[in-house]
């Protein structure tokens, strides 16, 4: 865990890096030529790498990422590794494929004048992302199976982590409190109270949590449900945010993206109820639960108002998620962790 901002630093390099776009036809040729997919390319929005759509020729359809110069190529093996790991696991969760190369090979380096950036292709999976969707409480407890199966699937994923100091790991959290005051003034005292809840946490032994590789960015944009049945998850995406982390960061993380709703409290309940019954929490991961909660929701106020101030030319997509995060930290405020812990507890039962 990290208390500097060197974090805020390094994981500037991939947000930031300035990267032309790739022609389309350009793109269609390299799908062609390196993983034998003929077809049409269509951009997709991405926050680092350049993302496209590949309608296949044979009727399927594909992902190709074009990664941001500034990506580490052991970042993005890892990222492979593991949904090659997960795809021998066969969960009963449809999850993206690496493609392979002619070669073989799940990654390729790509000329890009003076610079070499990595290619990659991943199945593509059909669905309707998570926010576009009716909300409900049988949707809540799909999700909840869903990122419990996707824990249990990676728990045996072992592969060597690289270090890279996310701006996303809730375990640097406490990098961020410098850059509290580029938060809205009224709102300041909140994000503080959030992020100085986690540095008194992690006093506490929060390296004594179960650890391990988890998802970390289980937003309604990187979930996949069914159109005809918004219950029904289609689909997990963006393993973009992978580090190895305590387990119950994972939960911490989608819950951040629903408590902020007008039902988010029972949302939250189902999810987390749902989560339990196949992946059992313990009373020390439920105690934990509201500081990583609170904490997540003012990681996503303080780093989107501080880039958003940075880059007024993408404000839209950088604030995305902002006002959800707003509403879910604001509405917690008027409990104490130890209330919420307790809540958690009488509702999912038995803990033993």
Known sequence: MSSTSEPIQQNQNALNATVAKTPLATVAAIAWEHFGVAGSAVTLSSERDET???HADSGRGYILKIANPAERLDVLEFQTQALVHL????LPLPLPNAVPTRKGETLVLLPFGNEQRIGRMLTFLDGQQLYKAPRSSGQMRALGEALALLGKGLADFKPQVPQQDLLWDICNATALSEFVTEVEPSRQLMVRHALDGFVRLADRGINALPRQVIHNDFNPHNVLV?????EVVTGVIDFGDMVEAPLINDLAVALSYQIGAETGFEDAIAMLSAYHRIRRLDQ???????TLLRT???MTVVITEWRASLYP???D???RNHPIALSGLTRLADYSDKDLGTLFQQK????S
Request: hydrophobic share 45%; aromatic share 10%.
């Open 87 to 90: 795809e021998a696991k066969g």
């Open 226 to 230: 069914s159109q005809a049945d918004p």
């Open 52 to 54: 496209f759509l590949i």
């Open 284 to 290: 020390f991961e439920i105690a934990c639960l509201p």
């Open 296 to 298: 997540r929701l003012a």
């Open 317 to 319: 997509y950088i604030l």
């Open 348 to 351: 999912i039962g038995d803990l």
């Open 313 to 315: 030319e993408n404000r």
